[in-house]
């Protein structure tokens, strides 16, 4: 059986250099596929594909090559991410903003960037409170695509669906942990025995804000599941 044909978005996504860094103003590539895909976003507005990452989409879409959008950034060399490792805190908001897991380490504990998982995407330096964190030139001389294989691009996408995939199904563990603990409650609340009015009254509020919990959390839980259905990839990890 054969596979279907691509989509112009999913085309689009092979030819962007999955750094996932949002400087095309999209939280990550595959959403910029999309937008360019439906003429919502401009094709040069990702600077770490550089020059050669526009003619490539442009030679896709049958468009002129144009010049990077100087808002997005500039092609520039690939930097890494370095971390002082004397002055880390171990605060793990660098960990948290590192779309491809790069960074490696735990709470109130010394945190590491392995280099060759880094994208160079530059979201772990603004989240840190102690300004530990520097980005240093990996590819002197080479710039864009002449510094970042189609097998580092392939590698860190599958990285950041991995990433996408464990953070939704940790959301999802917590949820049903909450739920329930909702549910226990209900339960608790309903089993009681009102003395009076206001004692009846106060297990009613009670019971409608759990209530009204448990319905935020369905329909969120719906939500979800709805965006995978129309976003098959995002479950891939």
């Known amino acids: 059986m054969s596979e279907s044909p691509k989509s112009l978005a999913e085309r689009i996504e092979d030819l962007l250099p999955q750094t996932q860094c949002t400087k095309c ?8 596929a999309e937008a360019i895909a439906d003429g919502s976003a401009g094709y ?26 100087p808002a997005h950034g500039h092609e520039r060399e690939r930097p ?13 908001l660098c960990i948290q903003a590192c779309p491809v ?14 280099p060759a998982l880094c994208t160079g995407c530059d979201l772990c330096v603004a989240p840190c ?37 464990r953070l939704r199904r940790d959301k999802e ?18 089993a009681s025995t009102p003395a009076g ?13 759990i209530q009204a919990a448990m319905e935020r959390a369905r329909l969120q839980k719906e939500k979800a599941a709805q965006d995978t259905v129309q976003d098959p990839a995002q479950d891939k990890p």
Request: net charge positive; proline share 6%; with cysteine.
């Open 129 to 165: 409170p102690v300004d530990c964190i520097s980005m240093v030139t990996a590819t002197p001389g080479r710039t864009a695509w002449a510094a970042w294989t189609q097998q580092d691009a392939d590698a860190a996408r599958q990285r950041h669906a991995a990433r996408a995939h």
């Open 173 to 190: 563990e917590n949820d049903a942990r909450l739920a329930a603990k909702a549910v226990a409650k209900l339960k608790e609340v309903d």
């Open 197 to 209: 009015a206001a004692e009846q009254a106060e297990k009613e509020r009670k019971r409608a804000i």
């Open 80 to 92: 890494v991410a370095v971390i002082d490792e004397a002055v880390c805190i171990g605060c793990t």
């Open 25 to 32: 103003g999209f939280p990550a590539c595959r959403p910029y």
């Open 44 to 69: 040069n507005q990702c600077p770490p594909g550089g020059a050669e990452g526009v003619a490539r989409i442009a030679a896709l879409l049958g468009k002129p090559v144009i010049p990077i959008h």
């Open 101 to 114: 897991d790069a960074i490696v380490g735990a709470a109130k504990q010394m945190h590491t960037v392995v």
